[in-house]
């Protein structure tokens, strides 16, 4: 399976315009096969980083699906609605990922994805990408060891992330080394407290935590705040 | 076939070992499969920009072959190559890319040379456009029909020619994106360029750089020389 991640740069006068089309034209689309669908369209929370930047993962059963769809976009029976997406953006940015060996997500029933844009809830995310400056290997077994473990102990009132998905970019289809974290936000109140805590994870001070241990392999991460539209297929 | 394209910030120390790790590792093991070749490696030319920049480019058979060597550098025989490689740069920004329709082909994926012959290095202008919103279609239909023409036409201002002409592929880059493979033929061209205004009817309208202003108005060029080893020169 193979998730294709993919970061618009959106016109802000043609945001609701471009959502529209991803909710209406783009999901439907998808749908009438069964090798693709849209998993999440996510607004990154204004406040928190850019303006009008728009987060999608689209699932594939195999990188085949994948090569379809894109000839379908450029020069098929897509291109006159991706003519459209790309008229109402600046830029998009794509990479092409697979789950890491120890991610919750592996695989995805395709045919179990809602595509009638159904409303709900809408949640958060922190997607957290890490950029590590030693082996990118090294980098996913400390995220097993050190943050997964740990963060699966945490007992339920004091949890803040539910890791839901782990990525690594394939080969040539982004920046290597770069890793994904996809976290549910499960608690607000705890967010607000970590926004606002003026501890600092002093090395020194901290032997033996993620903190200080991660480190040692990476000084460059970036968190980004994604907030799920209501019609969002998985939230 | 599609192309993956990498730009690699090399560490400067390991320069020689990053380029061995390419012409000793990466290309003969491509050539054991039927999947993959190593196309181009390039240098970026000292003197023309960032420092410690090589360009990779490795054709495939298609998305499926595409996937089958990324998971062999994920977790196969080639993991201990890229965990290598993770040690000989600092990053590495790839793209998977397809030709434009009228782009020129490299002949056939099975003859693409896999053996370190080695050759007069050769210059090359890779220039990367980006389209304005909505404009991609138009600019490379544009490109096509009268850029590519005017590098064949007397009295060119450029003596160089488009060996590839490609686009990156939605999900695998950013997008829209062209980028233009072009071999000098002769450097003398290149240094007018570089120490001379451009001519003004160069920039008059109804000429190329005048109207493909309506198309896009931002792009890169990057002088990279060949590998004296690379398959393609």
């Not at chain 1, 920046?175 to 970590?194: H, Y």
């Not at chain 2, 970026?44 to 420092?51: K, R, T």
């Not at chain 2, 490795?58 to 595409?66: C, G, K, N």
């Not at chain 2, 919103?133 to 490379?140: A, M, S």
Request: glycine residues 6%.
């Amino acid at each position: 399976m193979l998730f294709m991640h993919e970061t618009h740069k959106v016109i802000g006068r043609q945001a609701a315009a471009f959502e529209a089309i991803y909710r209406s034209e783009w999901m439907e689309s998808l749908a009438k096969g069964e090798d693709a669908r849209l998993v999440w369209y996510l607004n990154h929370a204004m406040g928190s980083g850019p303006a009008y930047q728009v987060v999608t993962i689209t699932a594939f059963s195999d990188a085949a699906a994948w090569e379809t769809l894109a000839q379908r976009m450029l020069h098929g029976d897509l291109s006159e609605l991706h003519s459209r997406l790309d008229a109402s953006r600046y830029e998009v940015v794509g990479k092409l990922l697979t789950p890491v060996y120890w991610s919750a997500l592996q695989e995805l029933d395709l045919g179990a994805i809602p595509t009638d844009g159904r409303e709900h809830d809408l949640s958060v995310f922190m997607q957290d990408t890490g950029w590590p400056d030693a082996p990118l290997d090294e980098y996913i077994e400390l995220w097993d060891h050190d943050y997964w473990h740990f963060m699966r102990q945490i007992p339920p009132e004091r949890m803040l992330l539910d890791i839901q998905a782990c990525f690594q970019v394939s080969h040539g289809s982004g920046i290597r080394p770069e890793a994904i974290l996809m976290q549910k936000i499960v608690n607000f109140s705890t967010l607000g407290n970590l926004l606002t805590s003026v501890e600092v994870h002093d090395p020194t001070t901290w032997p033996g935590s993620y903190m200080a241990k991660g480190l040692e392999l990476r000084d460059q991460w970036e968190s980004k705040l994604l907030r799920t539209s209501s019609w969002s297929p998985l939230w | 076939m599609l192309f993956v394209h990498e730009v690699h910030k090399v560490v400067g120390k390991a320069a020689a070992q990053f380029e061995d790790a390419y012409r000793n590792r990466w290309m003969p093991t491509l050539a054991e499969g039927s999947d993959a070749r190593l196309v181009w490696y390039f240098d970026l030319a000292h003197g023309s920009g960032l420092a410690y920049r090589a360009v990779t480019v490795t054709a495939v058979r298609d998305a499926a072959a595409w996937y089958r060597l990324a998971e062999r550098v994920k977790s196969g025989d080639l993991q201990a190559w890229g965990r290598d490689l993770d040690g000989l740069q600092h990053d590495a920004v790839g793209r998977i890319m397809t030709p434009l329709e009228w782009s020129p082909t490299l002949g056939s994926f099975d003859d693409i040379p896999t053996d370190p012959a080695e050759h007069e290095p050769t210059m090359y202008m890779e220039d990367t456009m980006w389209p304005f919103p909505g404009k991609v279609r138009e600019y490379i239909e544009a490109a096509g029909n009268v850029y590519q023409k005017s590098l064949g036409a007397e009295g060119s201002q450029m003596q160089m020619h488009i060996e590839l002409a490609l686009q990156t592929m939605p999900g695998a880059g950013r997008y829209p994106e062209v980028t233009l493979m072009q071999k000098l033929s002769s450097l003398a061209p290149l240094i007018r360029l570089l120490t001379q205004d451009i001519p003004s009817e160069v920039l008059e309208p109804g000429s190329w750089m005048h109207e493909a202003l309506e198309l896009r108005d931002q792009w890169r060029s990057k002088l990279l020389r060949t590998a004296v080893w690379s398959p393609f020169q």
